[in-house]
Each structure stands twice: as C-alpha cells, then as structure tokens.
C-alpha cells in the first residue's frame, strides 16, 4: 500500500506516517531507491502496533524501540506507562502547515481524557481490540458514569458530528463505536452483583426514540449501586410501556428523549396516573423524563427532571431506599 492509504487505515496523516519513518526508522522494509514507499501487510502491523502505544500513553520513542525489537525478535513490547496528553499528543507539527499531524480523517475532540483521544484514534483505526481495552479500562478507573461523561460521549460526539459533516463516509466509525460502548455498558449492567430487596426501575425511550446508550449508562449505574432495574429499550410503543408499568410496579420509570420530536407530555402524565395496589395502599413511580428531547418543558407535575446521569441515579437510589 502507499503512504497514502496506511495513513487513512491508521487514522492518522501521511506526515505523521513520514515523521515516524524519519525520526524512528519505522519505514517500509523492503524500500528501494527511486521508487515510491510501497508498505507491506508486515510493515503496516508495525505501525498499527505503533498506534497502539503511544494511544496507551508510551511516548514516542519508547513505543518505536518497542515495535522496532518486536519486529526483529529481540524483544516484547512494555507494559503501557500512565496516560499523559502532552505524551498522546504528536508534538511536531507539519513543517509545510504549522499543523500538528492527524489528518482530515481525524476526530476533533477537543480537550479531553487521554483516553478519550487513544479511543477517537482507535475508532478511525476500526481498531475493535484497541476499541475495546480502552473502553474497558476506563470503566474500571473511572466508574460508568464518568467513563461516559468523560471517554465515551466525547468521542461518540466527535463522531456524529464527522459523519454528519462527510456523509457516509464515516458511518463505519461511528457504528463501531457505538457497538463497542453498547456491549461494555451491557456487560456492566447485568454482572452479578447483591441487589437490593426493592422494586425495579423501568428504563424505556419514548415511542419513535432509537437513541438508547445513555439507558444503557444507567442501568449499569444501577447494577454499581444493586438496584433492580428492567430494561426495554427503544421506541416503546404507550400501550406496552403502561402494560409494563402495570405488570412490574416499578420505583421509578425513565424516559429517555433523545430529540424534541419524540417527547411527548401526554404520556408522561399517563406514566404518572398509574397506580396498583390495593385500595388504601396505592402507590406510583417517581416518573424521571431525562435527555436532551424534553428541554423545552420547563416542568411536567409529578416527575422530577434531572440534569445528569449522577443525579439521575441519585434521584431514583432515594426513591427507592425511603
């Protein structure tokens, strides 16, 4: 392959693939004089396993001299060195631009956990074993909660908005992305843990919302403080959602909007009016309309409306526990 289509495999720019030649001697291994850098399947493993690295906080250098000794049999790759921005950064700019390397292909983030970048670059990559490890231990350090504030909403963002800006061209990303966040959230959530003797809170997206990470999110909140919770996902029908409703006796119920069109205050009151048990000790759910869909509601009567997923949690761990 030429430089080109390495660097639009790796995710990064072709002066970054150069620089790495240049500076660290990761150049194609069998390059003759006078003709134009052809990458074997051998030498771009060298790179990917390059990109791995330094996305694991290893700078530069030592990740070269690592996939350098790997590449001729003389050594094993470190263990990572802790995450440091200044260390995930490239921090050489393109001689002819002024612009750090990263390319077009690349997700802008902004300013963000380390993590959250190895993960953007990973994801450009469709790196899905890089995907994965870093998803997985950003959960273990961080927590679920934040592991989404702070690592996966950031980079999922990034990529909404690189798929909305370049058409179909990055849905591959975007999609592997979120399958990967989707499958570490879930393995979270239904881990055996002690839960508590409670009633179960009902999470469920409006009717026509498709939108249901941030669901996902919470029911591994739930799972980390042992509350019960039932999961039904998108697009819930209203028949099936009061039927639910009816059927579990739930503490809480969650409904999620992602966009303004799927909000719908009728059903919120509704949710609200059911009751079950019998005559003199009739109770209801604490009704949370949550997501960005319902911000044009200052308040519906009898629901609480939290701002984050924490308070969320929050909201729904007193219900359950008074």
Same mark, same amino acid.
């Given at each position: 392959m030429p430089t080109g289509a390495v660097a639009r495999r790796l995710g990064v720019s072709p002066t970054t693939v150069r620089s790495w030649e240049r500076r660290y001697g990761l150049g194609p291994s069998n390059r003759r004089a006078g003709h134009h850098r052809r990458w074997s399947p051998d030498d771009i493993a060298v790179l990917e396993a390059m990109c791995r690295l330094t996305a694991r906080g290893v700078p530069p250098a030592e990740a070269a001299r690592?996939?350098?000794?790997?590449?001729?049999?003389?050594?094993?790759?470190?263990?990572?060195f802790p995450m440091r921005a200044e260390d995930l950064d490239e921090p050489y700019p393109d001689a002819a631009t002024g612009r750090r390397p990263g390319g077009s292909r690349a997700l802008q983030v902004g300013t963000v956990r380390p993590?959250?970048?190895?993960?953007?670059?990973?994801?450009?990559?469709?790196?899905?074993?890089?995907?994965?490890?870093?998803?997985?231990?950003?959960?273990?350090?961080?927590?679920?909660?934040?592991?989404?504030?702070?690592?996966?909403?950031?980079?999922?963002?990034?990529?909404?908005?690189?798929?909305?800006?370049?058409?179909?061209?990055?849905?591959?990303?975007?999609?592997?992305?979120?399958?990967? &966040?989707?499958? &570490?959230?879930?393995?979270?959530?239904?881990?055996? &843990?002690?839960?508590?003797?409670?009633?179960?809170?009902?999470?469920?997206?409006?009717?026509?919302?498709?939108?249901?990470?941030?669901?996902?999110?919470l029911a591994a909140g739930l799972t980390d403080r042992g509350l019960p919770f039932r999961m039904l996902g998108q697009? &819930?029908?209203?028949?099936?959602?009061?039927?639910?409703?009816?059927?579990?006796?739930?503490?809480?119920?969650?409904?999620?909007?992602?966009?303004?069109?799927?909000?719908d205050p009728s059903l919120v009151r509704q949710v609200t009016g059911t009751v079950w048990g019998p005559r003199g000790s009739r109770g209801g759910p604490l009704v949370l309309p949550a997501g960005p869909g319902w911000s044009r509601f200052q308040h519906l009567d009898g629901t609480a409306s939290p701002r984050t997923l924490e308070s969320a949690l929050d909201l729904v761990e007193h219900a359950a526990t008074e």
């Open positions: 690592a996939v350098l000794a790997t590449r001729s049999g003389t050594g094993q790759p470190p263990e990572p993590e959250c970048r190895g993960l953007a670059r990973a994801a450009v990559r469709l790196d899905s074993r890089e995907v994965a490890r870093i998803l997985r231990e950003a959960v273990a350090a961080l927590g679920v909660v934040a592991a989404w504030t702070e690592v996966m909403m950031p980079a999922l963002r990034a990529a909404g908005r690189k798929w909305a800006s370049a058409g179909e061209q990055y849905v591959e990303v975007e999609h592997l992305l979120s399958w990967h &966040v989707s499958s &570490v959230l879930c393995t979270e959530a239904v881990r055996p &843990v002690l839960l508590r003797p409670v009633p179960p809170v009902l999470l469920a997206a409006m009717p026509g919302e498709l939108h249901t990470l941030p669901l996902e999110v697009a &819930v029908p209203p028949r099936a959602l009061l039927d639910a409703v009816q059927r579990t006796g739930p503490v809480a119920v969650m409904l999620w909007s992602q966009i303004p069109q799927t909000a």
